[in-house]
């Protein structure tokens, strides 16, 4: 099969490479319909993160379910399925409280699961899924292949800006400040609207992406960061500040926006991947009363209550895509988001 690696900082190639096989009775093999690259992917491909030999990329996808081992139950060959970014049982103690990807047997792919297995990377023709039963969501047949982009964004971005909603308390009437404006943040700006958000104020340079929040709910978009930033927010607020913010980049930066952006008493969900040891500003937190939550986003939780919205219609998060290439081109596909010439590429084998 056809897989991507990251050899050094910007040395993507697409190799052929042996097919996946079932290796536990729990796993399950999948033809992948639909991968992508992630702004999480970015760190490596620009060095931010060492990259100390070939690694298997890609952790979104979406496809058929081709064989199972025999433990597999909830899943059967012929299924169209959702693998979250990250694989969990589904039946331990975390996972019972809605957060898989704190799962005692949590694993990610291109690395090893929980047994000390090989995975796959996702932007490839094929990935091994450990852990099927607890990992997969099957989508119910038949669907449009017009909603292939949107039911992809469920296995992280759309699912991910929830979390920052959610874990930001965002609900009917609130005013939210959304920090980021990439797939992330513009999925967070969708998210507080469909959680019933009374005003939006999307944080955005670029057009294009202002433009994008704002089909996806935003009232409001501001330019200007730090202190400026702030003071335009109070402007629009007519000299309040919101009652949350979602921080959807993972620096220190972000952070501290997303936490001057709240009045006293309010939350900051944040979900952005931490990048050079962020800190939180504990006296702040304190002395003003805000709440900071969030994390890995627990995908496998949120799936099964997004998915009916997007197989309805009633959300396009799919939109954040706005390059689509085949696999053989993913060193483009990466070229193009590091150079902000896309916001999230799609990709097809």
């Not at 993507?12 to 690259?37: G, S």
């Not at 965002?170 to 959680?195: K, M, T, W």
């Amino acid at each position: 099969m056809k897989a991507t690696f990251l050899y050094a900082p910007g040395d993507i190639r697409v190799e052929d490479r042996p097919d996946p096989v079932i290796l536990a009775p729990t796993d399950a093999i999948v033809r992948v319909t639909a991968a992508c690259v992630c702004g999480s992917d970015l760190w490596p491909y620009r060095g931010v993160r060492p990259v100390n030999h070939a690694t298997a990329m890609g952790h979104e996808l979406i496809g058929v379910v081709e064989e199972v081992g025999a433990d597999v139950r909830t899943v059967k060959p012929g299924d169209f399925v959702i693998s979250p970014f990250t694989f969990s049982d589904n039946s331990c103690q975390s996972c019972r409280a809605g957060f898989q990807s704190a799962c005692d047997h949590v694993a990610f792919f291109g690395a090893q699961d929980s047994a000390g297995l090989p995975t796959n990377g996702a932007q490839g023709e094929l990935a091994r899924i450990p852990l099927a039963d607890g990992s997969l969501v099957v989508v119910p047949a038949p669907f449009d292949d017009t909603l292939v982009p949107s039911l992809l964004s469920l296995a992280d971005v759309m699912s991910t800006g929830h979390h920052a909603a959610v874990s930001a308390g965002v609900g009917p009437g609130s005013v939210v400040v959304v920090v980021g404006d990439g797939a992330v943040g513009l999925s967070g700006v969708l998210a507080a609207s469909r959680l019933g958000a009374e005003r939006v104020i999307a944080m955005s340079r670029h057009a294009d992406r202002a433009a994008l929040a704002t089909a996806f709910g935003a009232t409001d978009v501001v330019a200007e960061r730090g202190d400026e930033g702030i003071a335009a927010i109070t402007e629009l607020l007519g000299g309040d500040l919101a009652d949350a913010a979602l921080e959807c980049v993972g620096t220190e930066e972000s952070m501290n926006q997303a936490i001057g952006s709240v009045h006293g008493g309010g939350r900051v969900g944040y979900v952005g991947v931490p990048v050079g040891g962020s800190k939180l500003p504990i006296g702040v937190l304190f002395s003003r009363n805000i709440t900071v939550g969030g994390g890995m986003a627990p995908a496998r939780h949120y799936i099964p209550e997004l998915l009916p919205d997007v197989l309805s219609g009633a959300i396009n998060p799919g939109l954040v895509f706005d390059l689509e290439l085949p696999l053989d081109d993913a060193a483009e596909a990466y070229a193009a988001m590091d150079e902000r010439r896309a916001i999230k590429t799609l990709l097809r084998p």
